[in-house]
């Protein structure tokens, strides 16, 4: 199995930054980890979830959404098991519940931006910014 636990959300003024942080654990995660991606998603209250940013496990390719890119920045630490997500000139549209989640690339798959293939999620972390 695997855990991932977000923190680092919070209220921010528009203009203000957060960097929201997802560490992972667990058997799976510590087998497989070098195979995967991690990806960041968010959803509004009343919206689907959409795609934010992911980066594959050495930290060569990232991907973002064609909307937060330049505002929004995914980096990861393998050595603490921990992947970021830096946001930069908030806005209030950027208000939503941000998750982190786990693709294990099953089947020699790519990265996705759609949630449905990620396979472990974490519990999300609350992002308001205030206008």
């Known amino acids: 199995q695997v855990q991932l636990v977000e923190s680092g959300g919070g209220l921010v003024q528009a203009g203000g930054s957060l960097r929201l942080s997802c560490v992972a654990s667990g058997r799976t995660f510590n087998n497989d980890a070098r195979g995967s991606a991690m990806g960041w998603f968010r959803q509004a209250p009343g919206k689907e979830r959409e795609f934010v940013a992911a980066i594959t496990w050495s930290g060569a390719s990232t991907y973002y959404a064609d909307s937060l890119k330049g505002r929004f920045t995914i980096s990861r630490d393998n050595a603490k098991n921990t992947v970021y997500l830096q946001m930069n000139s908030l806005k209030p549209e950027d208000t939503a519940v941000y998750y982190c989640?786990?693709?294990?690339?099953?089947?020699?798959?790519?990265?996705?931006?759609?949630?449905?293939?990620?396979?472990?999620w974490g519990q999300g972390t609350q992002v308001t910014v205030s206008s």
């Open positions: 989640a786990l693709d294990l690339l099953r089947l020699g798959r790519i990265v996705s931006r759609e949630s449905r293939f990620y396979d472990y």
